[in-house]
T-cell receptor, first 114, second 108 residues
Framework: EAGVAQSPRYKIIEKRQSVAFWCNPISGHATLYWYQQILGQGPKLLIQFQNNGVVDDSQLPKDRFSAERLKGVDSTLKIQPAKLEDSAVYLC????????????FGDGTRLSIL | GEDVEQSLFLSVREGDSSVINCTYTDSSSTYLYWYKQEPGAGLQLLTYIFSNMDMKQDQRLTVLLNKKDKHLSLRIADTQTGDSAIYFCAEGDYKLSFGAGTTVTVRA
């Protein structure tokens, strides 16, 4: 089966600019996650969707980050305006259901803020 | 993740066994996971163990779970150069908490 697809692979922007990332989960997976991985650390959950509804966005900096999954399949994550500390890899993952199911990750988008 | 701790580095000779250790805090997790991350890539699910099991073997991989001590380990038998990567241990039923990762370097 095709894995989790993410684009772009790399993005370089200046601080205060905006950026968007796209994710297409594994077919049939109802649950989608966005994680932020800062260099030298493990991934940290930003937001979890179950179909097109938000389950957990408690760690999402809502003053600058937003995410949507309008039709319950693809998802976009946006940062506006970007700060230097947002430099990280943004990983998308999906699982068949929301609990007790292995999460499968995409290759991520590496974001550099100048 | 402050809930999951791993040693940062491991160097192993090709052909030897590697053992990566992890301690966690959430004893309610149904599964515990091991992921592998190669340079520039995402996380690849290597294996996972049900919390009621003590051991799981999958080809060259052996996972040991000590629930009393909240200790998880991953043993890679006959380590190869392709096993060089960062290995993450993770816990959680939906929101995964990851350790900082153990960088495994395989030397000839």
């Amino acid at each position: 089966e095709a894995g989790v697809a993410q684009s772009p692979r790399y993005k370089i922007i200046e601080k205060r600019q905006s950026v968007a990332f796209w994710c297409n989960p594994i077919s049939g997976h109802a649950t989608l996650y966005w994680y932020q991985q800062i260099l030298g650390q493990g991934p940290k959950l930003l937001i979890q969707f179950q179909n097109n509804g938000v389950v957990d966005d408690s760690q999402l900096p809502k003053d600058r980050f937003s995410a949507e999954r309008l039709k319950g399949v693809d998802s976009t994550l946006k940062i506006q305006p970007a700060k230097l500390e947002d430099s990280a890899v943004y990983l998308c993952a999906s699982s068949f259901t929301g609990s007790n199911q292995p999460q499968h990750f995409g290759d991520g988008t590496r974001l550099s803020i100048l | 993740g402050e809930d999951v701790e791993q040693s940062l580095f491991l160097s192993v000779r090709e052909g030897d066994s590697s053992v990566i250790n992890c301690t966690y805090t959430d004893s309610s997790s149904t599964y515990l996971y091991w992921y592998k991350q190669e340079p520039g890539a995402g996380l690849q699910l290597l294996t996972y163990i049900f919390s009621n099991m003590d051991m799981k073997q999958d080809q060259r991989l052996t996972v040991l779970l000590n629930k009393k001590d909240k200790h998880l380990s991953l043993r890679i038998a006959d380590t190869q150069t392709g096993d060089s990567a960062i290995y993450f241990c993770a816990e959680g039923d939906y929101k995964l908490s990851f350790g900082a990762g153990t960088t495994v370097t395989v030397r000839a």
